[in-house]
């Protein structure tokens, strides 16, 4: 991370990482919590790799999945339709 | 029949919420209601595929493993208690149809027990911001093709792990149960996936910015 290197009471630039998918993902306990929150508040670096990070997992997230090829979907459904009506019969 | 156990009305379960809904369809599919699973098929259909692609890496392979999911969900029906969203119970058949397909196409790829690597390697020295909203900064056709991409260039160790914590939201847990791995080994792999992609994505936002990843690390 760039300089100068900001540190509080347990988490800083270098173990930073091994907080980010927990903090992230509301797993982390308070006051780890808290931790990184302070650390964040004062390391402009550590709070843009938070925010981008976030970001990133954000617009993967909700992006919609594109239509079937209707090439498959045709293969799809027939190919459910004859086996489906056959293990009914 | 209580009033919570009753089949409801088709117009019923159009006004419900999708959970709901998806319970109806379920339990109408599970009495031998062929048009409630294909209606279910036809909801879920596109996300299986891209499920099944991002795993697979292979249009033939994501077909078959989509097609293979739907009509082995259809067949263990029967199976299914209703204990989780019928959604989730689908994802990891299908999630089992294309690991197989990954592993008899490119054996050597998908080592579930490989080490584990650090991360640091994937943190710039200065980090650029990249605004509010910046996926509203650029054409939707253009950050599809480069979403896509950036999946595509994970690791299928990587990939898969960030396609079912973060795309399909399986826990920690179900992610390590589903692929076999312990539970660090699942954060590990999310951690390294989240940051390659937010390189790939900082490239988008940033026209080329500086980075300090090597091109070859993506």
């Known amino acids: 991370m760039g300089a100068p290197e900001v540190t509080c009471k347990k988490v800083n630039c270098k173990n930073l990482l091994n907080e980010l998918c927990d903090f992230l993902d509301g797993e982390l306990d308070a006051a780890t919590v808290e931790d990184v929150k302070q650390h964040i508040g004062r390391c402009e670096d550590c709070r843009l790799l938070v925010d981008t990070t976030r970001k990133t997992i954000e617009i993967f997230c909700k992006s919609e999945p594109v239509p079937l090829p209707q090439e498959l979907r045709d293969r799809l459904h027939q190919a459910l339709e004859q086996r489906l009506r056959g293990a009914r019969s | ?218």
């Not at chain 2, 709901?20 to 595929?49: C, M, N, P, Q, T």
């Not at chain 2, 969900?73 to 197989?100: C, K």
């Open chain 2, 1 to 218: 029949m209580s009033t919570t156990d009753r089949p409801r009305s088709a117009a019923a379960a159009s006004r419900a919420g999708p959970v709901d809904d998806e319970a109806s369809l379920v339990a109408a599919a599970k009495a031998g209601d062929l048009r409630s699973f294909e209606e279910l098929v036809h909801r879920y259909e596109a996300r299986i595929y891209r499920l099944t692609y991002n795993i697979t890496q292979n249009r033939e392979d994501a077909q078959d493993a989509t097609q293979d999911a739907f009509l082995k969900s259809y067949q263990h029906l029967p199976d299914f208690q209703g204990d989780s969203r019928f959604y989730t119970w689908l994802v990891r058949i299908a999630v089992n149809e294309a690991l197989m397909k990954l592993r008899r196409r490119r054996p050597q790829e998908i080592s579930l027990d490989e080490s584990i690597q650090t991360a640091d390697d994937l943190v710039p020295r200065e980090i650029e911001d990249w605004g509010p909203k910046p996926d509203q900064r650029v054409e939707q056709s253009e950050l599809q093709t480069v979403l896509a991409r950036s999946i595509a260039q994970l690791e299928p160790a990587y990939r898969i792990v960030f396609q079912l914590r973060d795309i399909e939201e399986l826990s920690t847990e179900e992610t390590a149960r589903l692929l076999g791995l312990s539970v660090p080994a699942v954060k590990s792999r999310l951690l390294r996936a989240r940051l390659k992609l937010r390189q790939s994505l900082d490239r988008l936002f940033h026209g080329g910015a500086r980075s300090d990843l090597q091109e070859s690390e993506l």
